[in-house]
C-alpha cells in the first residue's frame, strides 16, 4: 500500500522443484559390513534446457518470482545454491521442505501460480496448481 493505494500486491510466483525439473538426483550410499548404510553425498546431473529457461524467464518477466524447492535434504540444499550462484542462475528464493509440509502449505499460498515437477505421484498433490514437465525437458 503506498500513495494512497488500498489494494494488496501480491507478487506471483513459479515454483521449480530441483530434483525433478533441474537436476536428476542420486544418493551416494556408503555400505559397511556392520553398520548401517549412510549417504555420503549425492550425483547430480543438471539439465541444460530447464536451466536456460530459468534464465530467459528472469529476464522476460522480471516481475514474476523463481523460487527453487527441495525435497531431498539440507545438505543438498547447500549444493544446489552453490551450484546456482557459480552459474549465474538467477532465482529469488531456493529452500527445503518436506514435502508432505510444502504441499499442506502450498493451498494457503495464493501467489503460487504453478509447481513444476517430473514426478506423477507428487504431481497429483499439487491440485491445479502442479504442471507436468518431461524430466531434462523444457518447461
Same mark, same amino acid.
Given at each position: 500500500?503506498?500513495?494512497?493505494?488500498?489494494?494488496?500486491?501480491?507478487?506471483?510466483?513459479?515454483?521449480?522443484?530441483?530434483? %525433478?525439473?533441474?537436476?536428476?538426483?542420486?544418493?551416494?550410499?556408503?555400505?559397511?559390513?556392520?553398520?548401517?548404510?549412510?549417504?555420503? %553425498?549425492?550425483?547430480?546431473?543438471?539439465?541444460?534446457?530447464?536451466?536456460?529457461?530459468?534464465?530467459?524467464?528472469?529476464?522476460?518477466?522480471?516481475?514474476?518470482?523463481?523460487?527453487?524447492?527441495?525435497?531431498?535434504?539440507?545438505?543438498?540444499?547447500?549444493?544446489?545454491?552453490?551450484?546456482?550462484?557459480?552459474?549465474?542462475?538467477?532465482?529469488?528464493?531456493?529452500?527445503?521442505?518436506?514435502?508432505?509440509?510444502?504441499?499442506?502449505?502450498?493451498?494457503?499460498?495464493?501467489?503460487?501460480?504453478?509447481?513444476?515437477?517430473?514426478?506423477?505421484?507428487?504431481?497429483?498433490?499439487? %491440485?491445479?496448481?502442479?504442471?507436468?514437465?518431461?524430466? %531434462?525437458?523444457?518447461?
Amino acid at each position: 500500500m503506498q500513495h494512497g493505494d488500498l489494494a494488496v500486491f501480491v507478487r506471483p510466483r513459479a515454483v521449480v522443484v530441483v530434483e %525433478g525439473v533441474l537436476a536428476q538426483v542420486q544418493p551416494i550410499t556408503e555400505k559397511k559390513r556392520f553398520r548401517k548404510e549412510r549417504d555420503r %553425498g549425492y550425483h547430480i546431473s543438471w539439465n541444460e534446457i530447464p536451466l536456460k529457461r530459468c534464465v530467459y524467464l528472469k529476464d522476460n518477466w522480471p516481475e514474476t518470482a523463481l523460487d527453487f524447492v527441495t525435497f531431498v535434504s539440507e545438505d543438498f540444499l547447500d549444493t544446489v545454491v552453490d551450484f546456482l550462484n557459480e552459474t549465474r542462475i538467477p532465482f529469488d528464493i531456493c529452500h527445503y521442505q518436506p514435502f508432505d509440509r510444502f504441499t499442506q502449505s502450498l493451498r494457503y499460498q495464493n501467489d503460487v501460480m504453478r509447481v513444476y515437477d517430473s514426478d506423477p505421484a507428487r504431481l497429483d498433490q499439487y %491440485g491445479q496448481k502442479g504442471v507436468q514437465v518431461v524430466r %531434462g525437458n523444457d518447461f
